[in-house]
C-alpha cells in the first residue's frame, strides 16, 4: 500500500449498474491529429474526400506518435485548427456523416502464431494509446528499450476516480476479451506474469476474472489483487507500489523496476485490433452525475460533446458544470462543441462549489503532506509559486507531482495547489528549454 | 462569464473556520470548569480577551487595507488560548491591552493568518509577563470569591520556592482544583477537548504525545514526581493546544516530533533551573523560532526518491 491518498465518496452507484449502450452514429465526427502523447499525425487525406469508418487519416509521425482512423463514413469538409477540451489547439479533420455504414472487412488473426514485432506493428496502425489519460502510444510501451526487461504486466482496473464507471463496465461485460488482450501483451512482451489490479469497490468482478482465465492459452498466471478503495490507486506508480511494493525511482517509467501497466479498454482495443484487424475508432465513457440519464457508452472517436449531452438529456443549469473526465483530474469545459479523444473517460456534470471561489492564505495545517502519494511538500511549494519563485519550487520536487488533485482537495484554505504545481512545473520546462 | 474551474473540481468540506470552531468547541469544557473555580471574574477575562483581539484584527486589517477576515474565527480562538493562560484576579485593561498586542503586534504585523512567527497567545503572555510581572504572578485558590481571597501559590511556585504549603492532591490537580492560569487548571477538561480535536484529526497525537513523554522521562531520570509535572503548570493546555498551533509548528510527522521533544526539554529546564517555576510558555515560543530550521531538515523522503 502507498503512503498518502484520499478516501472519497465513490458515487459509482449512478451509473454502475447501466449497462454498455451503443451511441448512434453522429451527425458529424472532430478527429484532432493530436490526440496522444508525441508528435501529431500526418494528415493524408484532403477536404472533399470520401472516407470510409476505419480509413487511415493520419500517420504517425515518427516513433512517439500514432496512427489515426476516420470513425464513420462521410465526407470530409475541412481539415482546421480546433480546439481540444485540454484548452490546445490542435489540427482536426472534421468529417460528415453521409448516411452510409462503408466499414473494411475484418482481418482474424490466431495471434498465437504471430511474432511479437508483427503485434507491436498491429498495434501501432491500429492507432492505440494507454486509455486511461494520458494517451502514451501502445507500441512504443510495448517495445522494451534494450537492456531493460519486463517482469510483470499489470492491468489496472482500479478506476479510482468517483463517478466513472466505464472500465468497469467494460471488464463485467467483455471479461474474456480483456483477459485475452492481457494474454497478447504478455506474449509481445514476453513475460510469464500478470495481476489485475481492482478497487474493493468492484469485487464481484472477482468470480468473472477467475472464471476467465481458464481460457488461457499460454503459460500466463494472473493474479487478482483487491485493493482498497483509495485515491489515486490508479495512478500508474502507485499501483506498481501497491501491487509489488517497488517505488518507481524519480524521473523513471515503471520498466525501470520491471513493470508494464495497461489501462482495460487499452488491453481490449489490442485483443481486437489483433484478432479482428478494427482500429481504435470508439471508446467507452461515463455520462453521469447531475443528470437525468446517466450511460455507460460506446461512443466513437470525434463525436461532440454537445451530442452526448443532447441524447442523455443533460441539460446544464445554472450552478452546474461540465467536466470531462472524472472529478479530481478532469478538465472543466464551457465551449460544448469539444470532441471525445482516446483518452477521454467521462462527462460529468457537478455542481459549482461556492467555497472554493476564493482562497486564503497557508495556515500550514500539514494535511495537504499527509495525503500527497509523492511524498512532496505541497505547502511549503505553494508558497514559492505563488510568488513565482520557479527556482525553489524545482528544489522542492514539484516536478515529482502527479496532479492528482489530493492536496487541493483535502486544503482548508482551498489554495489551487495543483493548479499553481502545473504552471510551475510549465515554467521550469520552459526555462530549461532556453537553456 | 462563466469561468473555467481548475482540478480538482471536488473538495473536502472541511475549511479554515470549520477548523477553528471545532478547536473553540474543544475549549469550552476547560472554560466552564475555570468559571465555575474562578468565578464570574473568569468569564469577564474572556469576554474582553476575545472581544480585544477580534476588535484588534479588524482593526489591523482596515490599517492594512486587506479584506476583514472575521470569519475565519482565528481571532476568537486566539482570544480564548490568551484569556486561558492568564491568572484569575488581572485587571481587565491588561486582558485588553494584551489580546491587542497578540493579534495587532504578533499575528497582524508579521503578515496575518499563516505567517506569523510566535503563537499569539503565548507570545501575548510573555509581552504582559515583562510588563506587569506582580499582577501576571498573583494566584488565588479555586473559590477565593467566595472565601475572601487571599493570593495562593500554584503548585509549581510552591515546589520551587520551596515553601511549607500543602500542595493539591493529584485528584484535585487532575480535575483542576488548584491555583493556576484560568484555562490550564482542568486537565480533565482539557483532555475532553483535546480527545475530541484528534478524533476529528485536526491535531495529530505527535507534539502532545512527545512533549508529554519528554517531561515524563525527564521527570523519572531526575527523580522527579512524573504524575505532578504532567498535571501541574500549563503542560496540557500547551502541549494540545498551543504547541500545536498549525502555523507555529513544523508541518511534517517527523519535525513534529522533533519540536515535542524540544519543547519538553526546555520546559524541565526551565522547571529545574530557571528563574520562573513554570516553563511551558517559554519553550514553545522558543520552538516557535526552530520551526523552518526543523521544517528545512525534516522533509519526507519522496516517492522514488534514494533511501
Known sequence: ?435 | MEKIRWAPHIHSKETISTIMLSVIIALIPAGIVSVYFFGFYALKIIIVSITSCVLSEILAQFVFRKKIKIYDLSAIVTGILFAFVLPPKIPLFMVALGGFLSIFLVKELFGGIGFNIFNPALAGRAILLASFPVEMTEFYPPFYYKIDGITCATPLVIIKEKMSLSLPTLYQMFIGQRAGCLGETSVLCLLIGATFLLLRRIISWHIPISYILTVALLSFIFKQNILFHILAGGLILGAFFMATDYVTSPLTNKGKIIFGIGCGLITFLIRMKGGYPEGVCYAILFMNILTPLIDKYSLPRKFGGKR
Open chain 1, 1 to 435: 500500500m502507498f503512503k498518502g491518498g484520499v478516501h472519497l465518496k465513490d458515487f459509482k452507484e449512478i451509473s454502475k449498474n447501466e449497462n454498455i449502450e451503443g451511441f448512434p452514429y453522429p451527425k458529424k465526427v472532430v478527429i484532432p491529429l493530436s490526440q496522444h502523447t508525441g508528435l501529431p499525425a500526418k494528415p493524408v487525406v484532403k477536404k472533399g474526400d470520401i472516407v470510409s469508418e476505419g480509413q487511415v487519416i493520419g500517420e504517425a509521425n515518427g516513433f512517439i506518435s500514432s496512427f489515426i482512423h476516420s470513425s464513420i463514413s462521410g465526407k470530409i469538409t475541412g481539415i482546421e485548427n480546433c480546439l481540444l477540451p485540454s484548452g490546445k489547439k490542435s489540427l482536426s479533420v472534421i468529417i460528415e456523416n453521409n448516411g452510409e455504414i462503408k466499414k473494411n472487412s475484418p482481418i482474424y488473426r490466431d495471434w498465437l502464431n504471430l511474432k511479437p514485432e508483427e503485434i507491436i506493428n498491429i498495434v501501432r496502425e491500429a492507432g492505440i494509446v494507454g486509455m486511461g489519460g494520458a494517451a502514451f502510444p501502445t507500441a512504443v510501451k510495448l517495445s522494451i528499450p534494450p537492456g531493460k526487461k519486463a517482469e510483470i504486466v499489470l492491468l489496472n482496473g482500479c478506476e479510482c476516480e468517483p463517478y466513472l464507471t466505464c472500465d468497469y463496465r467494460v471488464l463485467k461485460e467483455s471479461t474474456f476479451d480483456v483477459v485475452e488482450g492481457l494474454e497478447i501483451i504478455c506474449k509481445t512482451v514476453s513475460v510469464n506474469k500478470a495481476c489485475i489490479g481492482i478497487e474493493k469497490n468492484k469485487i464481484d468482478l472477482l468470480p468473472l476474472l477467475k472464471k476467465s482465465f481458464e481460457n488461457i492459452k499460454t503459460d500466463l498466471k494472473i493474479d487478482v489483487k483487491v485493493l482498497p478503495e483509495k485515491y489515486p490507486q490508479g495512478s500508474e506508480k502507485h499501483l506498481i507500489k501497491s501491487i509489488t511494493k517497488r517505488e518507481v525511482p524519480s524521473g523513471g517509467l515503471p520498466i525501470d523496476v520491471g513493470c508494464i501497466v495497461f489501462n482495460i479498454q487499452t488491453a481490449l482495443a489490442i485483443k481486437k485490433a489483433v484478432c479482428e484487424g478494427q482500429p481504435l475508432i470508439e471508446r467507452v465513457l461515463t455520462v453521469s452525475g447531475f443528470i437525468e440519464k446517466p450511460k455507460n457508452l460506446r461512443v466513437k472517436i470525434g463525436t461532440l460533446i454537445s451530442e452526448i449531452l443532447e441524447y442523455c438529456t443533460g441539460k446544464i443549469e445554472n450552478g452546474k458544470k461540465c467536466i470531462i473526465g472524472g472529478p479530481m483530474m478532469g478538465i472543466n469545459i464551457i465551449d460544448k462543441e469539444l470532441p471525445v479523444m482516446k483518452g477521454t473517460s467521462g462527462i460529468l456534470i457537478l455542481p459549482e462549489e461556492k467555497l472554493t471561489q476564493t482562497y486564503q492564505p497557508c495556515i500550514r495545517c500539514g494535511k495537504c503532506i499527509e495525503v500527497c502519494p509523492m511524498r512532496i511538500v505541497p505547502a511549503e511549494i505553494s508558497r514559492y509559486a505563488e510568488v513565482e519563485n520557479w527556482k525553489v519550487c524545482n528544489q522542492l520536487n514539484v516536478g515529482d507531482c502527479i496532479e492528482c488533485g489530493c492536496c487541493s482537495y483535502i486544503c482548508p484554505a482551498k489554495r489551487p495547489l495543483v493548479e499553481w504545481f502545473k504552471w510551475a512545473k510549465a515554467e521550469i520546462k520552459k526555462q530549461i528549454a532556453s537553456g
